[in-house]
C-alpha cells in the first residue's frame, strides 16, 4: 500500500486494527528503490517524512502495547501528532511524537543510498554540524564500545525529552503523552543492554509536563519501556 494512501485514510479516525494492516502490507509489499531511499531520508515533508517519523513510531508504540480503538493523525504542525481513541474510553488521548538521533540517520540513510552499505555507528549528536557528520562518515570503520554506544543514545532521548519538556510548551501538551524513537535496535547492541539507560531516563521525566513518556526503538517493536 502506498504512502499516500495510507496517509489519506489516517487523517481521519481509523481503527487500529485496519492502521496496523495498512503499514504492515506497505513494508511487506514490493517497493521500489526510490520509495525505499525515499522512506530511508523522509523525502518529502508531507509524505515521507511524516510517515517515517510519526507513523512508523506510532505503529511500533501500538504493536509493542497492543493497544485497541481508533487513532487520528493530524499530519500537519499542530500539536499533538496524533490522537488515540482507546477502546472504553470516552476521550482521546494525544499523543506527541518525537524521534532521537535524526541527523545521525539521515547521513547514515544518504551514506547508504549512494553506497549500498553504510557505518553502524557514528555517535555524533543533533547538534553537531554537518561538517563534523562528513568527516566521521569517511573514516574508517572502527569497533565501538557498549558505553559509547548507550552514551551516545541516552544524550539523543535526553535531548528529546529536554526540547519537549520546555515549560512555555506545557498548555499545548496538556493531557498529551510523548513517544520517543530511541536510537536503539539489536544491530548497534543487544536489546536487553539498553535498559541500563533506563535509571537515567526514569529521572529525566519523573517531573515531565506530559502524563506518560514512552520509549520505543526504532527498527521495530522489539523494544518498549514506559519511562513515566
Known amino acids: 500500500m502506498r504512502v499516500e494512501e495510507i496517509l489519506d485514510r489516517i487523517s481521519e479516525w481509523t481503527a487500529i486494527d485496519d492502521f496496523s494492516r495498512m503499514v504492515a502490507a506497505h513494508f511487506g509489499d514490493p517497493r521500489t528503490v526510490l520509495e525505499v531511499e525515499s522512506y530511508r531520508l523522509g523525502k518529502g515533508r508531507t509524505t515521507f517524512k511524516k510517515f517515517r517519523d510519526e507513523v512508523v513510531p506510532a505503529y511500533h508504540f501500538i504493536m509493542a502495547t497492543g493497544t485497541s480503538g481508533s487513532i487520528r493523525f493530524a499530519l500537519s504542525d499542530s500539536m499533538p501528532d496524533c490522537w488515540i481513541r482507546h477502546e472504553g474510553r470516552p476521550t482521546p488521548q494525544g499523543i506527541e511524537i518525537t524521534r532521537a538521533n ?5 547521513w547514515r540513510a ?9 557505518p553502524c555507528f557514528l555517535g555524533l549528536s543533533d547538534d553537531d554540524p554537518d561538517a563534523m557528520y562528513a568527516s566521521k562518515i569517511q573514516e574508517d570503520p572502527r569497533g565501538y564500545s557498549t558505553n559509547e554506544a548507550l552514551e551516545a543514545r541516552l544524550a539523543g532521548i535526553l535531548r528529546c525529552i529536554e526540547r519537549k519538556n520546555a515549560p512555555s510548551e506545557a498548555r499545548n501538551y496538556s493531557g498529551c503523552e510523548l513517544l520517543v524513537e530511541g536510537f536503539i535496535n539489536d544491530e548497534q547492541l543487544p536489546l536487553p543492554y539498553w535498559d541500563r539507560i533506563l535509571p537515567r531516563l526514569h529521572e529525566a521525566t519523573a517531573h515531565s509536563i506530559f502524563e506518560r513518556v514512552h520509549l520505543i526503538g526504532c527498527s521495530s ?8
Not at 535524526?102 to 539521515?106: P, S, Y
Not at 517493536?221 to 513515566?228: D, Q, T
Request: charge should be positive; proline fraction near 0%.
Open 110 to 118: 544518504r551514506y547508504l543510498n549512494q553506497h549500498g552499505c553504510g
Open 221 to 228: 517493536s522489539k523494544f518498549y519501556r514506559c519511562l513515566k
Open 102 to 106: 535524526v541527523k545521525e540517520q539521515v
